[in-house]
């Protein structure tokens, strides 16, 4: 089985603009959605789009905490979620226009008894199960919460994906997650360097896999996707072609592809391509990609 783990899950109000936003001033919208997710939540989405059921755990609060269960639950997908005692799951606001701003809520407080809740939840996983851990830690938790989890599962041969950023992913590394999915600033930020080549950016994934890691993803939005594998070869995808509407969940549905295309076919080239057309279908799209454009993004490649 596959799980997914979302501390700060979020209802994403996102409206269109016909141009840029104006501060000071009214701006009326041309659109507006509501997206349902956080990133661990977006990757078992888009698992269940290819066909693979998941099961998303995390934190959810108050009536919009409700909410955000419902319409999971009406899309179809499988959750666990731990319901926090006060405060709201988030609201995020999305407004696209000639530039995507973002003003992105807090989330509840998890206090250490509502996490032994999740570590019980997690427990539960067996040799061969799938652990996504996906975003940021939020404030209210030790910023070594990752390597807790990690430390706790190291013994069970649970494979262990995680997407996260600068130390939150370094630190994890000694626990030799299954796959770490940093895109190429992300990669450069570590070094503390500008990563412009192929070659540098296999460098610097070849010193993350030197240190634990046993697959490296690294998105680079138009530019496709690089993956240095676990046996030190490097497969290299460029992106189909396409407008891109939305950055928001491209990276996730990236990481949903890899995943689903892995467990279809055991082959890393295979799951890296199915990977960037997941993620490219997405970026092209309004939302997560639909299964139908995930196909036509792969006829393209």
């Not at 940021?136 to 910023?143: K, T, V």
């Not at 993350?208 to 697959?215: I, P």
Request: glycine share 10%.
């Amino acid at each position: 089985m596959i799980y997914t783990v979302t501390f700060n899950p979020a209802i994403d109000y996102v409206v269109h603009l016909e141009n840029y936003l104006q501060p000071g001033k009214i701006n009326r919208c041309t659109d507006e959605t509501y997206q349902f997710g956080g990133k661990g939540i977006n990757v078992a989405v888009m698992l269940r789009n290819l066909g693979y059921d998941a099961i998303a755990l995390g934190f959810i609060a108050g009536e919009t905490g409700s909410w955000l269960q419902n319409e999971l639950y009406n899309m179809g997908l499988l959750t666990n979620f731990i319901r926090l005692p006060s405060g709201m799951t988030r609201i995020n606001v999305k407004v696209k226009g000639n530039e995507e701003t973002e003003i992105n809520g807090s989330g509840p407080v998890i206090l250490p008894a509502d996490m032994e809740r999740l570590y019980t939840q997690l427990d539960v996983l067996k040799s061969g199960d799938i652990l996504v851990l996906a975003g940021n830690i939020p404030a209210c938790l030790a910023s070594d919460t990752y390597e807790k989890i990690m430390r706790r599962l190291s013994v069970r041969n649970i494979l262990i994906v995680v997407d996260a950023t600068r130390d939150l992913l370094v630190n994890v590394l000694p626990y030799q997650p299954f796959l770490i999915k940093p895109n190429s600033y992300e990669l450069g930020e570590i070094f503390g360097r500008e990563l412009k080549t192929d070659q540098e950016i296999t460098e610097c994934a070849a010193r993350l896999q030197a240190r634990g890691a046993r697959n490296v993803l690294v998105s680079m939005a138009k530019d496709g996707a690089l993956l240095l594998d676990e046996t030190g070869k490097t497969h290299r995808m460029a992106a189909p072609s396409g407008k891109v509407r939305n950055s928001v969940g491209a990276g996730d549905s990236m990481v949903a592809g890899f995943l689903a295309g892995w467990l279809q076919t055991g082959s890393y080239e295979k799951a890296l391509r199915l990977g960037t057309a997941a993620g490219s279908a997405t970026a092209c799209s309004l939302g997560l990609a639909s299964k139908k454009e995930i196909d036509a993004m792969l006829a393209k490649m």
